[in-house]
């Protein structure tokens, strides 16, 4: 009996998945239970496992895109497949088995192997196979104009694809986007073109933050099993702008605005597939502990790619931490449909100027883009200040380390 694999249902709204890696060859024998393949969809990545044992036969190929429901592989349960291999290849296995090429057979025109001594000497010095040059003379014989005409038939080749719209030119590749990487360029432009995006800017005085973690972070190492970082302070502080100023964790719908009355915050987390945005759910009820610990999970499943659709959707307010890359300071992307998002970026030792005298103090340049529709000027401008005054005050965060 055939039993039929196909494209699985992940998410209400999505239609198409794009077959990211197969696990097991054509051919190959599967038992249930198996991990057959990966697919992606523009938010996460689904593993399909085997529910029936048998020979698969593979139908889409890694890299194609397909409608949900569409038949992607089969599984004979009455043909015994060959013993599993090795995958070849960076961590992808391999597309259905071609068909078996039969043999070469002797041509049936009457091609003459006997050529002129010029033309051996022009396909020695071109370095020509002699298969490939279309003979005009006499029995098939390929002539000097033979060769010209092949020498030249190559030369305007590249120029040709060179001027074909869409061809790549010589030194570049053409590689498909991921379902990912489209979406985030989707979401991305839809962002530009639909809110109207201003970022406004502060700096904040780690001192402070950074004195506790000194203080504290072997004894949290110890009693929690996490290291103690900054993400957790950033998002209590922002969670007290959020509440500060409503409006930054709200969204438009249409000439509604929908206020949140729940703290889910999304932290972006860079990937070797494209940025993700785990959602810390009611961050606002989390300790510092717990906090850590959901971020250190999160982040591993996304660099894994191991993120559901329900971790990634819901947030109502983002933070970009682009700092851990180096960056001194950037204008981030809303990320649709919420209002605001705050950008994070390196923490520099700089002298700064504190009761009439010059110190050095670690400082961070914070950035907050928000959608100038629903957040004015002085909204945005007393989020960070409040941001900023409980990062240089956390004893108002009512921290317990």
């Known amino acids: 009996m055939i039993h039929n694999v196909q494209a699985p249902s992940v998410g209400e709204s999505i239609t198409e998945v794009g077959i990211l890696k197969w696990h097991k060859e054509s051919g190959q024998q599967v038992r249930p239970g198996d991990l057959l393949l990966e697919v992606e969809t523009d938010k996460a990545t689904?593993?399909?496992?085997?529910?029936?044992?048998?020979?698969?036969?593979?139908?889409k190929p890694v890299g194609e895109r397909v409608p949900v429901g569409e038949l992607i592989a089969?599984?004979?349960?009455?043909?015994?497949?060959?013993?599993?291999?090795?995958?070849?290849g960076p961590g992808r296995?391999?597309?259905?088995?071609?068909?078996?090429?039969?043999?070469?057979?002797p041509a049936t025109g009457p091609v003459s192997t006997v050529q002129s001594p010029a033309v051996r000497k022009a396909v020695t010095e071109h370095h020509l196979d002699l298969s490939q040059i279309p003979g005009t003379g006499k029995d098939g014989r390929v002539t000097t104009g033979d060769v010209a005409d092949h020498l030249a038939r190559a030369a305007s080749a590249p120029a040709r694809a060179a001027t074909a719209p869409g061809a790549p030119r010589p030194g570049e590749r053409r590689v498909a986007m991921s379902m990912l990487r489209s979406?985030?360029?989707e979401r991305l432009v839809q962002a530009q073109q639909t809110a109207a995006i201003l970022t406004t800017f502060n700096e904040v005085d780690l001192s402070a933050i950074n004195a506790l973690r000194a203080e504290h972070k072997e004894a949290f190492k110890v009693r929690h099993g996490v290291s103690l970082g900054y993400m957790s302070f950033f998002t209590l502080a922002s969670i007290a702008a959020l509440k500060t100023i409503p409006e930054v964790n709200?969204?438009?719908?249409?000439?509604?605005?929908?206020?949140?009355?729940?703290?889910d915050i999304g932290v972006a987390v860079g990937t070797d597939r494209g940025l993700v945005v785990p959602v810390l759910r009611d961050a606002d009820k989390m300790s510092v502990a717990d906090l850590e610990k959901s971020l250190a999970q999160l982040a591993t499943k996304a660099r894994d790619g191991k993120l559901s659709i329900?971790?990634?959707?819901?947030?109502?307010?983002?933070?970009?931490?682009?700092?851990v890359?180096?960056?001194?300071?950037s204008t981030p992307i809303l990320n649709l449909p919420q209002s605001g998002i705050l950008g994070m970026h390196k923490i520099q030792d700089r002298p700064v100027v504190l009761n009439g005298k010059i110190e050095i103090r670690p400082m961070m340049y914070l950035a907050l883009s928000y959608d100038?529709?629903?957040?004015d000027g002085k909204g945005a401008v007393t989020f960070l200040v409040t941001l900023k005054d409980h990062l240089e005050h956390p004893e108002k965060l009512g921290l317990k380390l």
């Open 310 to 323: 329900a971790e990634m959707s819901g947030g109502t307010f983002t933070i970009s931490n682009g700092g």
């Open 372 to 375: 100038h529709r629903l957040i």
């Open 93 to 105: 296995a391999s597309a259905p088995a071609p068909a078996a090429t039969p043999a070469p057979q």
């Open 250 to 263: 709200a969204s438009i719908d249409g000439r509604d605005i929908v206020y949140h009355d729940t703290y």
């Open 74 to 88: 089969t599984i004979d349960d009455a043909v015994a497949g060959a013993e599993a291999r090795p995958v070849t």
């Open 183 to 185: 979406r985030i360029a």
């Open 325 to 329: 890359y180096g960056s001194l300071l």
């Open 46 to 59: 689904v593993e399909i496992v085997a529910e029936s044992g048998g020979a698969l036969k593979i139908l």
